[in-house]
Structure formats: C-alpha cells, structure tokens
C-alpha cells in the first residue's frame, strides 16, 4: 500500500524558509526553450506554483534588468530539486548543458523528464566551439542524467495530465527525501571526475559562495519524515518512480541495458 505523503507539513516547512531569505527556489527547471517551453515546462512550473512550491523558469521567473547567468546560477544554488526536460534539441544549447552540470556540481536532486527523446539518444557533440574541459563537464553531466530514473512522455499521444501529477507527486517525494537526509546529518550528490583536472586557479575561478543551511524541519515534520524512513538495516533505496528503484539505472519504458 502507497505511503500518503505529509504535503501540508512540507509546504509549512517551505514557507518558513522563504521567510527568511529572499528570493528562493524550490525547484528549478532546466529546459531547451524551443522544444517545451509553451507545453511541458510552462505547463510544470504553473502545477508547482499551484502547490504552493517555487519554481524557476526562466521565461516566468526573470524579470527585465536580471543579469543571465548570475541570477539562473544563483536560483539553481538555491534550490532543493532540480528537474530536466531532456528533448530532441536539447544537448544543442550551451545554457541547457551549462544548467545541468551546474545542478549535478551543486549536488542538488535530479529528476529527468525525457519528452520525445530516448535517453541513449542524447550526445554531447564536438562542434568545435568548445574546449576539451567544457566537453568533459557537460558529457559527465548528461552521462549522469541518462543513467538516472526519471519519466518519459511522448507528446504525440501522451496524457499530460498523468505527466504533471508524476512530476509534481515526484517532486513532493524528493523534498521529503532531502528532509530525511538532513534529520540524519547527510548530504547527497557527487564528485564529478573531470574536477581532478582542474588547476588551483580554476579550481578557485568555480569556487561558489557557500550556502547557510536550512533551519531545521518543525517537528510535525521531522514526525513524518521519521515515520517514512525506512528501516536502517534495510539497505534499500527510499523512493521509487512507478515502482522503479531510484538510482536502479533504467529509465521508466526503457529497458536497463541501454545503448550508449
């Protein structure tokens, strides 16, 4: 039997944290504008405004005069959960990939949404433009993607109902989850391995600002989510996506053995 989730705690808690910082961002969407700016990632960020979350998106939460990339990195280092809306012109934008490394370099939750697109599908191609450096962080940061369960959609003949209520309930769960992680003192996230390359100065140039931690949850919170835990000597992983483990490697209506 599923689990009901403590969705009023949650948004209480999210408020608190808002109030004492401003702005903030609890999800923040990663997509190529072309592709799904006027169906999935439009249609998402007003689910997960309707639940009283915050979202970014650039094209409804930029305003005239905010500089580009300081306020798109400022939004991803401040957000909990990050979703990207993989499609077929997606690995084409250097902001989509610059996005996404940044989210996987500030170990925030992933959660992939492959609209159109097949997750062994997505390369990361040498035009030229690039140097070998910025090639390595973004095929890392799309490797790490493909190889993470998220959701599937065909918006051909796909029910975008279904697709908003998976995203929004996935979403809810992961908030909950990174609760979880903080009751219990742990971080999450991953060391990319081009970062060994780095030089001392470069190392310095990527350096950010470091975040204050988040107050701790109110105990109707921290209730629930000690309630959701699952037994420590499990050794299992917490949530799952349609009965897919997370971190179990395939991709909801693809197969685990991928070609790469």
């Known amino acids: 039997m599923q689990r009901s989730l ?9 408020t608190q944290i808002q109030a004492k910082k ?12 072309v592709d799904t700016n006027k169906n999935v990632a439009g249609l998402l960020y007003d689910q997960l405004a309707r639940l009283k979350l915050r979202p970014f998106l650039d094209s409804k939460t930029m305003k005239p005069g905010d500089k580009l ?5 400022m939004a991803i280092r401040d957000c909990k959960v990050g979703i990207a809306i993989f499609s077929p012109h997606y690995c084409e934008s250097f902001y989509c990939l610059h996005e996404l490394a940044m989210i996987m370099e500030c170990r925030k939750k992933l959660i992939p949404i492959f609209v159109d697109v097949k997750p062994s599908e997505l390369r990361v191609v040498d035009d030229g433009s690039r140097q070998a450096m910025e090639l390595a962080r973004f095929r890392w940061a799309v490797e790490e993607a493909k190889h993470t369960v998220g959701l599937t959609f065909d918006s051909s003949n796909g029910d975008w109902s279904d697709l908003l209520r998976s995203a929004s309930d996935v979403v809810m769960k992961n908030l909950l989850e990174g609760f979880i992680l903080l009751l219990n003192g742990k971080s999450r996230g991953i060391e990319p391995p081009y970062s060994k390359a780095l030089s001392v100065d470069d190392d310095e140039k990527r350096a950010t600002k470091p975040i204050a931690a988040p107050p701790p949850p109110p105990p109707m919170l921290a209730a629930a989510a000690e309630k959701h835990s699952p037994p420590a000597a499990s050794g299992n992983p917490y949530w799952t996506v349609d009965g897919l483990l997370l971190g179990h490697g395939s991709v909801m209506g693809e197969p685990l053995h991928r070609a790469q």
Request: charged share 35%; hydrophobic share 30%.
């Open 69 to 73: 990339m300081e306020r798109i990195d």
């Open 6 to 14: 403590p969705y009023r705690q949650i948004i209480r808690y999210l």
């Open 22 to 33: 401003q702005p903030r961002t609890d999800v923040f969407i990663n997509h190529r504008r």
